[in-house]
């Protein structure tokens, strides 16, 4: 953990801080079925868990939000034996909604088009490695079609420069961080790391999506 937040903390006083460019107009995911009842979970992975958590806790419709590891073993499902980046685990986080007042598909929209970059492999800012690639572990049939459809058609409209490189793989696994890692954005907000790249996310989301976005985090 302190490496992550040295080394951030370094390029950004080098650098000035993040830029962050998204298409103006963002393509709507394909159609699905209606909305099931009760509630929902998907798995997405895209580099440091706790920016994607930053932007997901705070989406209309989730209702609960857990940073942990998938890809990997449980015995090495620990942030210091994953930070290695030789347990094919990838930071990741586990999303309930409500498909009543939000879908899958627009959780998939909200995760390529502003909680983190589809289009880098094995690597999101200044965080390098297998742990940090993009993924999205379905669970079911639903969560594979959909996301295949998707970055289909994202590639096919060149929403990017350069192709997706977002893995569509089984969920064999999740397992929870510890908790001093849930909810990191929100008890260390001034936190170079945090400041410098995760806080960006969140308000990019923000800015770009205000309809979907609310105060209460989850």
Same mark, same amino acid.
Not at 93 to 109: A, M, Q
């Given at each position: 953990?302190? +490496?992550?937040? !040295?080394?951030?903390?370094?390029?950004? /006083?080098?650098?000035?801080?993040?830029?962050?460019?998204?298409?103006?107009?963002?393509?709507?995911?394909?159609?699905?079925?209606?909305?099931? =009842?009760? &509630?929902?979970?998907?798995?997405?992975?895209?580099?440091?868990?706790?920016?994607?958590?930053? *932007?997901?806790?705070?989406?209309?419709? *989730?209702?609960?939000?857990?940073?942990?590891?998938?890809?990997?073993?449980? $015995?090495?499902? *620990?942030? $210091?034996?994953?930070?290695?980046?030789?347990?094919?685990?990838? $930071?990741?986080?586990k999303i309930t909604y409500d498909p009543s #007042?939000?879908?899958?598909?627009?959780?998939?929209?909200?995760?390529?088009?502003?909680?983190?970059?589809?289009? &880098? /492999?094995?690597?999101?800012?200044?965080?390098?490695?297998?742990?940090?690639?993009?993924?999205?572990?379905?669970?079911?049939? $639903?969560? #594979?079609?959909?996301?295949? =459809?998707?970055?289909?058609?994202? +590639?096919?409209?060149?929403?990017? @420069?350069?192709?997706?490189? &977002? %893995?569509?793989?089984? !969920? &064999?696994?999740?397992?929870?961080?510890?908790?001093?890692?849930?909810?990191? !954005?929100?008890?260390?907000?001034?936190?170079?790391?945090?400041?410098? *790249?995760?806080i960006p996310l969140l308000h990019n989301f %923000?800015?770009?999506?205000?309809?979907?976005?609310?105060?209460?985090? @989850?």
């Amino acid at each position: 953990m302190q +490496n992550r937040i !040295l080394s951030a903390a370094v390029a950004l /006083l080098a650098t000035g801080g993040l830029t962050l460019a998204l298409a103006a107009s963002f393509p709507d995911p394909p159609k699905v079925s209606a909305p099931a =009842e009760g &509630t929902a979970s998907v798995v997405l992975a895209g580099g440091c868990y706790w920016g994607m958590q930053g *932007v997901f806790e705070h989406m209309k419709g *989730v209702t609960n939000t857990v940073v942990g590891f998938s890809g990997g073993k449980k $015995e090495t499902a *620990v942030y $210091e034996r994953v930070e290695e980046g030789d347990t094919n685990h990838a $930071e990741s986080i586990k999303i309930t909604y409500d498909p009543s #007042k939000t879908s899958l598909g627009e959780i998939y929209k909200v995760y390529f088009s502003a909680a983190h970059d589809p289009t &880098t /492999l094995n690597r999101q800012h200044y965080d390098v490695g297998t742990q940090y690639r993009s993924a999205i572990f379905y669970a079911n049939d $639903e969560q #594979k079609k959909l996301a295949e =459809e998707y970055i289909r058609d994202l +590639n096919n409209a060149k929403v990017f @420069k350069d192709p997706i490189v &977002t %893995q569509v793989v089984p !969920l &064999t696994g999740f397992y929870p961080a510890k908790s001093d890692h849930q909810h990191y !954005l929100d008890k260390y907000p001034n936190q170079p790391y945090i400041a410098g *790249v995760d806080i960006p996310l969140l308000h990019n989301f %923000q800015q770009k999506y205000p309809d979907l976005y609310t105060k209460e985090s @989850k």
